[in-house]
T-cell receptor, first 114, second 116 residues
């Protein structure tokens, strides 16, 4: 079946270091992927997205890499800050009969050590 | 501009009782989604409204769950009767119309449901 999963449930990094969060997906027909950040008591917040015709996309301090060959997605956060501490979800946006829905991974908790 | 809002933020009910969750999407968004995260697992799709119509309800777990979106504005999700396994965080999200090409979904803060 369709599924999107994460390799590591918890990632602890030193403030100022770079963080890499990984995700595997199973639906090879998917063409749109999104990373969300969820802070305690809040809903998922859009960080960055990428379409399947791209291998890399950069935002402010964040980069998403897509490897379609092995169906792998990663989120890189440069110079990680305490405010980056949260749970990060990758999601796959699928379309069926004009209906969009997101298939989420299980999430990775990022802890930033001062 | 107000974001997606959900009420209540937290609900504790006894097994067998009824609970109704409410979601107010961003004004003008035709698409409204319900998701839930149970037992720290992944966030799972429940259903999708386009305006007042149910476009996809393939994720609804069973007939104890009823979602409505009368008039195509706010939506309610009722659980009747609630069971212990229904505990979790219920998220609502909304996005613009399909044909605008803007499919970014904006999430509410969620309703934490605890069934005891």
């Amino acid at each position: 079946g369709e599924s999107v999963g994460l390799h590591l449930p918890t990632l602890s990094v030193q403030e100022g270091d770079n963080s890499i969060i990984n995700c595997a997906y199973s639906n090879s027909a998917s063409d749109y992927f999104i990373w969300y950040k969820q802070e305690s008591g809040k809903g998922p917040q859009f960080i960055i997205d990428i379409r399947s015709n791209m291998d890399k996309r950069q935002g402010q301090r964040v980069t998403v890499l897509l490897n379609k060959t092995v169906k792998h997605l990663s989120l890189q956060i440069a110079a990680t800050q305490p405010g980056d501490s949260a749970v990060y979800f990758c999601a796959e946006n699928i379309v069926v009969d004009s209906s969009y829905k997101l298939i989420f991974g299980s999430g990775t908790r990022l802890l930033v050590r001062p | 501009e107000a974001g997606v809002t959900q009420f209540p933020s937290h609900s504790v009910i006894e097994k067998g009782q009824t609970v109704t969750l409410r979601c107010d999407p961003i004004s003008g968004h035709d698409n409204l989604y319900w998701y839930r995260r149970v037992m720290g697992k992944e966030i799972k799709f429940l259903l999708h409204f386009v305006k007042e119509s149910k476009q996809d309800e393939s994720g609804m777990p069973n007939n104890r769950f009823l979602a409505e979106r009368t008039g195509g504005t706010y939506s309610t999700l009722k659980v009747q009767p609630a069971e212990l396994e229904d505990s979790g965080v219920y998220f609502c999200a909304s996005s613009q119309d399909f044909y605008s090409g803007n499919t970014e979904a904006f999430f509410g803060q969620g309703t934490r449901l605890t069934v005891v």
